[in-house]
């Protein structure tokens, strides 16, 4: 049971490592989409030039003279191909980084379980000299490639929405009377957001991901050492910028097979394992308590300032009102093409909860 300073201070180093991974790959992406926009923007350039055009006679391109003019600059045919190379692209640089990944995942898995036990496990005894490394290689590489496939999935529809969205705002058009300069720059700026919008897309998808392979590499690595375990216990890091639900779940303890944390999306939750107690696992030394913080505690040492900033003015009142339970904060969320999560339980429905509780 005993989470000790040293398994926390392991989970920080898991903390920095994933940010690092993953500020490299937002850094890749953000690059690459930046270079296909500017070999793009040449032919919307074109195609919004056609429709100002029309625009000059005083009246709105119809919705059939955008794509005509789309078609006719290809801007539109080079946008849905250039967005398939790069989610492509981004499949295939993330498979490449991912057996790094998930293999720091289990390392510091291992330790962090070490890091449970007492330091100096009397000779003789089973554990002694343990590493606790104990997964099967080839269920990371399962991981790594489902990870692979569900990028690829993910990221594929965004051909389509980014092109929907970069057409309709060419078909809701400008102003009329505009300066013909002005509207083909206000035009060209707002396709280049949309597009941008793809990006933002993409850049969650791999965030996520990533998160989520680590997450799974680091339960295979618990399951592998389950005759040591009780389950596995939710860490957030706690603070002002961490959403509802995380101080919500943060400190539950959950069953060995239940996956996760089941975060949501660019969710920083970490698992922690929960090892018996030492009396159980047959060593004879006394315990330290746990030294996870209590969330509703810590929340509560915060400033007022802090508290608002974390949860919002209305949820606070409905919680310090007593209308609310600490654990209704968090929801189960269902998405279509992804896994469950757990994220901030929408404001309209606390409302709900606390009216029918009266
Ligand atoms: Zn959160």
């Given at each position: 049971?005993?989470?000790?300073?040293?398994?926390?201070?392991?989970?920080?180093?898991?903390?920095?490592?994933?940010?690092?991974?993953?500020?490299?790959?937002?850094?890749?992406?953000?690059?690459?989409?930046?270079?296909?926009?500017?070999?793009?923007?040449?032919?919307?350039?074109?195609?919004?030039d056609?429709?100002?055009?029309?625009?000059?006679?005083g009246?709105?391109?119809?919705?059939?003279?955008?794509s005509?003019?789309?078609?006719?600059?290809?801007?539109?045919?080079?946008?849905?191909?250039?967005?398939?190379?790069?989610?492509?692209?981004?499949?295939?640089?993330?498979?490449?980084?991912?057996?790094?990944?998930?293999?720091?995942?289990?390392?510091?898995?291992?330790?962090?379980?070490?890091?449970?036990?007492?330091?100096?496990?009397?000779?003789?005894?089973?554990?002694?000299?343990?590493?606790?490394?104990?997964?099967?290689?080839?269920?990371?590489?399962?991981?790594?490639?489902?990870?692979?496939?569900?990028?690829?999935?993910?990221?594929?529809?965004?051909?389509?929405?980014?092109?929907?969205?970069?057409?309709?705002?060419?078909?809701?058009?400008?102003?009329?009377?505009?300066?013909?300069?002005?509207?083909?720059?206000l035009?060209l700026?707002?396709?280049?957001?949309?597009?941008?919008?793809?990006?933002?897309?993409?850049?969650?998808?791999?965030?996520t991901?990533?998160?989520?392979?680590?997450?799974?590499?680091?339960?295979?690595?618990?399951k592998?050492?389950?005759?040591?375990?009780?389950?596995?216990?939710w860490?957030a890091?706690?603070?002002?910028r961490?959403?509802?639900?995380?101080?919500?779940?943060?400190?539950?303890?959950?069953?060995?097979?239940?996956?996760?944390p089941?975060?949501?999306?660019?969710?920083?939750?970490?698992?922690?394992?929960?090892?018996?107690?030492?009396?159980?696992?047959?060593?004879?030394?006394?315990?330290?308590?746990?030294?996870?913080?209590?969330a509703?505690?810590?929340?509560?040492?915060?400033?007022?300032?802090?508290?608002l900033?974390?949860?919002?003015?209305?949820?606070?009142?409905?919680?310090?009102?007593?209308?609310?339970?600490?654990?209704?904060?968090?929801?189960?969320?269902?998405?279509?093409?992804?896994r469950?999560?757990?994220?901030?339980?929408?404001?309209a429905?606390?409302?709900?909860?606390?009216?029918?509780?009266?």
């Amino acid at each position: 049971m005993a989470v000790t300073h040293r398994t926390l201070a392991i989970l920080d180093a898991i903390r920095l490592d994933l940010d690092r991974r993953i500020s490299t790959e937002d850094r890749l992406i953000v690059e690459a989409w930046a270079r296909a926009w500017a070999e793009l923007r040449p032919a919307w350039s074109a195609a919004i030039d056609r429709l100002i055009l029309i625009q000059q006679q005083g009246r709105k391109p119809t919705r059939r003279e955008v794509s005509e003019a789309l078609r006719a600059t290809k801007a539109i045919v080079a946008t849905q191909d250039a967005i398939i190379a790069l989610a492509r692209e981004q499949g295939i640089r993330i498979s490449a980084t991912l057996p790094d990944l998930t293999k720091a995942a289990r390392r510091l898995e291992a330790e962090m379980l070490a890091s449970t036990l007492p330091p100096n496990i009397p000779p003789g005894h089973a554990l002694a000299g343990v590493t606790f490394d104990r997964v099967d290689p080839k269920a990371l590489d399962a991981i790594v490639r489902r990870t692979a496939r569900q990028v690829t999935a993910l990221t594929w529809p965004l051909s389509r929405e980014a092109t929907a969205a970069m057409k309709s705002i060419l078909i809701r058009g400008v102003a009329l009377g505009m300066h013909p300069n002005a509207a083909a720059a206000l035009m060209l700026d707002r396709v280049g957001l949309a597009f941008n919008g793809g990006l933002a897309r993409a850049v969650v998808i791999a965030r996520t991901e990533m998160l989520d392979a680590h997450r799974a590499a680091t339960a295979a690595q618990d399951k592998a050492n389950r005759d040591l375990l009780t389950g596995w216990q939710w860490v957030a890091s706690l603070g002002p910028r961490t959403c509802p639900s995380c101080w919500a779940m943060h400190g539950t303890e959950h069953d060995i097979d239940e996956p996760g944390p089941i975060d949501h999306q660019q969710g920083r939750c970490a698992r922690v394992p929960l090892t018996k107690s030492w009396r159980d696992l047959g060593i004879a030394i006394d315990e330290p308590a746990s030294v996870v913080p209590d969330a509703l505690t810590t929340f509560r040492a915060m400033p007022h300032a802090d508290q608002l900033a974390a949860l919002g003015a209305d949820r606070l009142a409905l919680l310090n009102g007593g209308r609310i339970g600490w654990s209704d904060l968090a929801a189960v969320r269902k998405t279509d093409g992804w896994r469950d999560s757990i994220v901030p339980t929408p404001l309209a429905d606390l409302r709900a909860l606390a009216a029918a509780r009266r």
